[in-house]
């Protein structure tokens, strides 16, 4: 019963929304608005295909799912196109990041068409849509211009996800349960993916620590995501609370809270680490020293605790943690040399859908897959690896310089945001396939396309 009631649920959730964002692009020619689809839906993703799958057993409803996101960003590219007086007097500026994205993503075409790796030409072509999406996400951004208003509702759909998801980790939290519990997640990962379920609560191994305490995932795909994607949340709240009134600052100050909360339920050590970084990194880049202070506070008083008051079990699993006598961190290093030795062995790599955590990639190639750098120079070698961190690179520095110049606070608020969370998923980048988080990442990859978009006018920054 509660699974018929999920499926009606989210089913009155994703038609409305798809309407709404398709009406919005093809018949009031705002082609940009797949950016609200993409907000609103991303973070129910898994949760949403798990719920299908448990109600009707049926894949075929839960492809129509997966590639309706995938479809709308390709018409958002095509209305673009058609909704152009003439396309071909439309001035394209390319910046350096534009280069850079462009042979990143035509460098990974080359390992689709060229007979490289032991997968098979369709798992490759899968595997290439899926970095081909987040490449059309920024192109969408480069091509946007949203007034203060549009901006501003974008920034609410971040503010309520985060918000709403420390909502449910609280729920979570009280009922001592996984929300995935009553989706259906390990149904649809055995059924669709045919991974066993794992763990002592029958999900998998990333919903426990070390010590098989809970970590909870709210309605993201795992743990590790809803990480992830609160760094979008903290961020968006810190810069808004920085540029608005304090007798206004209320929700923003909330949004943070939230954002900070759901990092602890989560348990992550990678994002919780990155958060402290992102914090470091953003108060002396912006000369926010209170900010510093703040976060130097923060790290100080979590060192205390876990000294003098955590339980054995998390003070064990901290410490194993740094010494890399946990499992899981032995883990990662093992991943690591893996793709290491195969980059030594094949420099121009071993070809697509053979490292990561994919669908498309079975555990029988894979090599490697727990550091999203390694991955692409396991599959398209030092060249690949390069060009996607040189794109990094160039998207925070990017970023960054938009943030200084422009005088237009909501393009300052996206560059601030796009900047920070780039920064900060640097270190989930080492540990995790971390581009599979799309919330986070077709967010950041439009805001960075957005900033470098608005950008083009270079002016003092009043923020």
């Not at 032991?118 to 072509?125: L, P, R």
Request: aromatic fraction near 18%; hydrophobic fraction near 55%.
């Amino acid at each position: 019963m509660l699974a018929y009631l999920l499926l009606i649920v989210f089913l009155l959730f994703f038609t409305t929304l798809v309407h709404v964002t398709a009406k919005s692009m093809i018949f009031e020619g705002r082609w940009q608005y797949v950016i609200f689809f993409i907000a609103a839906f991303l973070p129910f993703y898994i949760s949403s295909l798990s719920i299908i799958y448990q109600a009707t057993g049926q894949r075929e409803l839960v492809a129509v799912v997966q590639v309706t996101k995938d479809l709308l960003v390709i018409l958002g590219v095509i209305l673009f196109v058609i909704y152009q007086k003439s396309i071909f007097d439309y001035p394209f500026r390319l910046a350096v990041t534009d280069i850079v994205f462009l042979m990143f993503l035509a460098w990974a075409f080359f390992y689709v068409i060229l007979p490289i790796g032991e997968a098979s030409f369709g798992d490759k072509a899968v595997y290439y849509k899926n970095m081909l999406i987040p490449g059309l996400v920024y192109f969408i951004g480069r091509n946007t211009a949203f007034d203060d208003f549009e901006v501003k509702r974008l920034f609410k759909v971040i503010f309520f996800i985060a918000i709403a998801a420390f909502g449910f980790n609280i729920l979570e939290g009280l009922l001592d349960t996984h929300l995935q519990s009553f989706t259906g997640y390990a149904f649809f990962n055995h059924g669709i993916y045919d991974i066993e379920p794992a763990g002592n609560y029958g999900l998998s191994w990333t919903f426990e620590t070390q010590a098989t305490t809970k970590r909870f995932g709210s309605f993201f795909s795992d743990p590790l995501e809803l990480a992830s994607s609160m760094l979008l949340g903290f961020s968006a709240g810190l810069i808004w609370f920085l540029t608005s009134e304090k007798e206004r600052s209320l929700p923003y100050i909330l949004v943070m809270i939230c954002s900070v909360g759901s990092l602890f339920y989560s348990s992550s050590r990678a994002a919780f680490a990155a958060f402290f970084i992102m914090l470091f990194f953003l108060a002396i880049v912006f000369r926010l020293y209170r900010l510093l202070f703040v976060g130097f506070l923060l790290f100080l008083s979590f060192v205390v605790f876990i000294v003098f008051f955590a339980s054995d079990g998390l003070y064990y699993f901290v410490v194993d943690t740094l010494t890399f006598e946990n499992a899981s961190s032995a883990g990662h290093v093992v991943e690591w040399l893996m793709s290491v030795n195969s980059m030594l062995a094949n420099p121009m790599g071993i070809g697509l859908s053979m490292s990561g955590n994919l669908g498309t990639v079975t555990d029988e190639v894979r090599i490697g897959g727990e550091n999203q750098f390694l991955i692409f120079g396991v599959q398209l070698g030092f060249i690949g690896m390069i060009l996607y961190i040189l794109l990094w690179g160039l998207a925070i520095s990017g970023s960054l310089r938009i943030f200084r110049k422009t005088d237009n606070i909501m393009t300052a608020r996206i560059a601030f945001t796009a900047a920070s969370v780039k920064v900060g998923m640097l270190l989930p980048l080492f540990t995790a396939n971390a581009e599979l988080y799309i919330y986070v990442s077709w967010i950041s990859w439009w805001m960075v396309g957005y900033a470098i978009n608005q950008g083009a006018k270079p002016k003092i920054a009043h923020v």
